[in-house]
Antibody, heavy 120, light 113 residues
Framework: EVHLVESGGDLVQPGGSLRLSCAASGFSFSSYAMAWVRQAPGKELEWVSAINANGGATYYADSVKGRFSISRDNSRNTLYLQMNGLRAEDRAIYHC?????????????WGRGTLVTVSS | DIVMTQSPDSLAVSLGERATINCKSSQSVLYSSNNKNYLAWYQQKAGQPPRLLIYWASTRESGVPDRFSGSGSGTDFTLTIDSLQAEDVAVYSCQQYYTTPPAFGQGTKVEIK
């Protein structure tokens, strides 16, 4: 069974940094593109970033480009999101999501998420 | 960027009745070379992560009950829940995966009347 478990969420001051992790199990992690999708309270799901299976290609929403960096360690079955220059509007639950076998941004498994709060 | 708009924002349906949710994309998500609509539906119950229900606009994900069905093409899509069950109370969201950035609708909350 596929399991995705996020960690690293915390309360941070504006301008601060966090690194989120997503531990994956139950599937061949190195064969699938992965993504981060966030959900602010009462708002719709928002795609944040994605990375291809071997880590050679990364993609970002305009709202986080230049501030966030996605990476993966296939030897550890772990996905990361380095978040710098955090803003109040980055407050959300951050889910990691597995993309489907065709490497499309279609998310067939999701983690429960980790909460990031940005406040002074 | 493609914008996804759902209607209604919420609806209350009696147990055993049909629920219908609409989703409109700001541009077509039909890829002419394979005649596939790059449109998915997700279910999100309170306190849980989203669950993929339907992709290619009408293909049910493995394990999804057949009371859930998707239809539509181009820019207009519908999720239908036949014979609503208590466990179907959730927020339902559409998503286009035709272009990057992938985009979600604002969600439709389904409750029991």
């Amino acid at each position: 069974e596929v399991h995705l478990v996020e960690s690293g969420g915390d309360l941070v001051q504006p301008g601060g940094s966090l690194r989120l992790s997503c531990a994956a199990s139950g599937f061949s992690f190195s064969s699938y593109a992965m993504a981060w999708v966030r959900q602010a309270p009462g708002k719709e799901l928002e795609w944040v970033s994605a990375i291809n299976a071997n880590g050679g290609a990364t993609y970002y929403a305009d709202s986080v480009k230049g501030r966030f960096s996605i990476s993966r360690d296939n030897s550890r079955n772990t996905l990361y999101l380095q978040m710098n220059g955090l803003r109040a509007e980055d407050r959300a639950i951050y889910h990691c999501a597995k993309q489907n076998e065709h490497q499309l941004p279609l998310f067939d498994r999701w983690g429960r998420g980790t909460l990031v709060t940005v406040s002074s | 960027d493609i914008v996804m708009t759902q209607s209604p924002d919420s609806l209350a349906v009696s147990l055993g009745e049909r629920a219908t949710i609409n989703c409109k994309s700001s541009q077509s998500v039909l890829y002419s070379s394979n005649n596939k609509n790059y449109l998915a539906w997700y279910q999100q119950k309170a306190g849980q992560p989203p669950r993929l229900l339907i992709y290619w606009a009408s293909t049910r994900e493995s394990g999804v009950p057949d009371r859930f069905s998707g239809s539509g093409s181009g820019t207009d899509f519908t999720l239908t829940i036949d014979s609503l069950q208590a466990e179907d109370v959730a927020v339902y969201s559409c998503q286009q995966y035709y272009t990057t950035p992938p985009a979600f609708g604002q969600g439709t909350k389904v409750e029991i009347k």
